[in-house]
């Protein structure tokens, strides 16, 4: 069962029509309708507020029946492959996109996937490079026949899978409005980004996110560090309530602050832990918020 089917499904089930779970919510209905004809997607505040007004788990939210995590159909596609027979560094670069789906998966190919509804020529339009040396490989995605990065954050999702066990340090950049991470265990993800949305979801490993944009971080696990580096600019990391964390403050002028039920709250880190929070930059702020097993905040 997708997003879609199963957030129309809940919401049927608990009487609510669509203007009326619009209203709880905060958002317009047309919103709602597009969650649930799979032609939108909730942002991360809005994924968390369905989830603790349902009671629901953000992870059971997001993944089908099966237990794996939901891909979307689209209409247009076009997929490149390459085999991976040892662990390497992978250095992709991606420019403009709407979305950046990474997640592990136990194959044995990098797989790059493009999809868009309102971008035909997929396959001419967009050319992926895949450079293999030695211990690492390159991933570049460039634009052709005219394609504006504009149309391309507008329209084009990309889906990336790395075989697990091959997965070591990661770098990535990319321009999107949403970075999500599923089910991947590595040495360590660099993410050089725009973005204001990102979700790690049961990542195993120490993440780095370099972006200047104010952000909104899900984390449904905790499993090493994540590090976010800004200037300017307020960003929020929400994590489960039972997360045990240091939290690490460095650079000029920034200043990380802690949020419980939505509310100012007294610091709830720990001083001695492998998993860590840290922010680095120059005026910029955090605010750590928790995340209830069942999606309370």
């Given at each position: 069962?997708?997003?879609?089917?199963?957030?129309?499904?809940?919401?049927?089930?608990?009487?609510?029509?669509?203007?009326?779970?619009?209203?709880?919510?905060?958002?317009?209905?047309?919103?709602?309708?597009?969650?649930?004809?799979?032609?939108?997607?909730?942002?991360?505040?809005?994924?968390?507020?369905?989830?603790?007004?349902?009671?629901?788990?953000?992870?059971?939210?997001?993944?089908?029946?099966?237990?794996?995590?939901?891909?979307?159909?689209?209409?247009?596609?076009?997929?490149?492959?390459?085999?991976?027979?040892?662990?390497?560094?992978?250095?992709?670069?991606?420019?403009?996109?709407?979305?950046?789906?990474?997640?592990?998966?136990?194959?044995?190919?990098?797989?790059?996937?493009?999809?868009?509804?309102?971008?035909?020529?997929?396959?001419?339009?967009?050319?992926?490079?895949?450079?293999?040396?030695?211990?690492?490989?390159?991933?570049?995605?460039?634009?052709?026949?005219?394609?504006?990065?504009?149309?391309?954050?507008?329209?084009?999702?990309?889906?990336?899978?790395?075989?697990?066990?091959?997965?070591?340090?990661?770098?990535?950049?990319?321009?999107?409005?949403?970075?999500?991470?599923?089910?991947?265990?590595?040495?360590?993800?660099?993410?050089?980004?725009?973005?204001?949305?990102?979700?790690?979801?049961e990542v195993i490993g120490n993440v780095e996110i370099n972006c200047n944009l104010d952000m909104n971080i899900l984390c449904t696990s905790l499993n090493g560090a994540v590090e976010i580096n800004q200037i300017s600019a307020?960003?929020?990391?929400?994590?489960?309530?039972?997360?045990?964390?240091?939290?690490?403050?460095?650079?000029?002028?920034?200043?990380?602050?802690?949020?419980?039920?939505?509310?100012?709250?007294?610091?709830?880190?720990?001083?001695?832990?492998?998993?860590?929070?840290?922010?680095?930059?120059?005026?910029?702020?955090?605010?750590?918020?928790?995340?209830?097993?069942?999606?309370?905040?």
């Open positions: 069962m997708t997003f879609a089917e199963k957030l129309k499904a809940i919401r049927k089930q608990t009487g609510f029509s669509q203007e009326q779970l619009a209203e709880k919510l905060g958002v317009s209905r047309q919103a709602v309708t597009k969650w649930e004809t799979n032609t939108g997607i909730p942002d991360v505040e809005n994924i968390m507020a369905i989830s603790a007004l349902f009671d629901i788990s953000i992870d059971e939210l997001l993944s089908n029946e099966t237990g794996t995590k939901k891909t979307e159909d689209f209409l247009f596609e076009s997929v490149t492959e390459y085999d991976i027979a040892e662990q390497k560094h992978y250095d992709m670069k991606f420019g403009g996109a709407k979305k950046l789906i990474l997640s592990g998966y136990k194959g044995e190919k990098i797989r790059v996937r493009l999809t868009s509804n309102t971008l035909p020529a997929l396959q001419s339009d967009f050319k992926v490079k895949i450079d293999d040396t030695r211990k690492r490989i390159d991933v570049d995605l460039s634009r052709k026949n005219g394609v504006t990065e504009a149309a391309a954050k507008e329209a084009l999702h990309i889906f990336v899978q790395i075989p697990s066990p091959y997965a070591g340090k990661i770098e990535c950049g990319v321009n999107a409005e949403a970075i999500e991470v599923h089910d991947l265990e590595c040495d360590s993800i660099e993410f050089d980004a725009k973005t204001f949305n990102v979700v790690l979801d307020t960003s929020r990391i929400t994590v489960p309530a039972d997360a045990g964390f240091a939290v690490i403050k460095k650079g000029i002028a920034t200043s990380i602050s802690f949020e419980k039920d939505g509310k100012p709250a007294d610091a709830f880190d720990v001083q001695e832990s492998d998993n860590v929070i840290e922010l680095n930059g120059m005026k910029s702020e955090l605010v750590v918020c928790t995340l209830g097993q069942e999606g309370e905040r």
